[in-house]
């Protein structure tokens, strides 16, 4: 089965330092895995996907097999990166699956 | 190109009643998907379709039926609204089932 965790559900940092915004997964085949970032009253938006290796906004985020984790960094802050991050899982089926989120606050 | 649509954007349902919420996708995206979004619970499958006149169930099916008569519409159904139910409404579609474009939502509240 498909599984995707994100255990924190609120991450407040200040403007200028580190985040890293935690996703693990749980699926027995080669996954697929997403960042979706959604800021308020907005729809859900694209950020990054893991075969891509690219780096969106400043967020970088490296698939580690061994550990099943997708975690989500930036190494400064902004307070315009205040939003939900959503984790997702695609499989070998034809769903896209979603972790609970993680609130992102950054104060100034 | 408005990408993925959805209407209405609002409903208020009594205990109930019933409605059907339409996505519509110009992108000609083979993939179709319903998510109810819940504070604490995330993004969560309701139904979803992988081409023109096929659905299948997600995690939270129950209440909810679906139907892709046209391969850019997507209509999900409550038949009988009850409070459970209330929630945001997503719907996205993709072209090859690895990432989705979604819609702006709809906010269903039923008392």
């Known amino acids: 089965a498909q599984r995707v965790t994100q255990p924190e559900k609120l991450l407040s940092v200040f403007k200028g330092a580190p985040v890293e915004l935690k996703c693990n997964y749980s699926?027995?085949?080669?996954?697929?895995l997403f960042w979706y970032v959604q800021y308020s009253r907005q729809r859900l938006q694209l950020l990054l996907r893991?075969?891509s290796r690219e780096s969106i906004k400043g967020f970088t985020a490296d698939l580690n097999k061994g550990e099943t984790s997708f975690h989500l960094k930036k190494p400064f802050a902004q307070e315009e990166d205040s939003a939900m991050y959503y984790c997702?899982?695609?499989?070998?089926?034809?769903?896209?699956?979603f972790g609970t989120g993680t609130r992102l606050q950054v104060f100034p | 190109n408005a990408g993925v649509t959805q209407t209405p954007k609002f409903r208020v349902l009594k205990t109930g009643q019933s409605m059907t919420l339409l996505c519509a996708q110009d992108m000609n995206h083979e993939y179709m998907y319903w998510y109810r979004q819940d504070p604490g619970m995330g993004l969560r499958l309701i139904h979803y379709s992988v081409g023109e006149g096929t659905t299948a169930k997600g995690e939270v099916p129950d209440g909810y039926n679906v139907s892709r008569l046209k391969k850019q519409n997507f209509l999900l159904g409550l038949e009988s609204a009850a409070p459970s139910q209330t929630s945001v409404y997503f719907c996205?579609?993709?072209?090859?089932?690895?990432?989705?474009?979604f819609g702006p939502g709809t906010r269903l509240t039923v008392t």
């Open positions: 699926y027995s085949g080669s996954p697929e």
């Open positions: 893991h075969i």
């Open positions: 996205a579609s993709s072209k090859d089932m690895r990432y989705g474009y």
């Open positions: 997702a899982l695609s499989g070998d089926t034809d769903k896209l699956i």
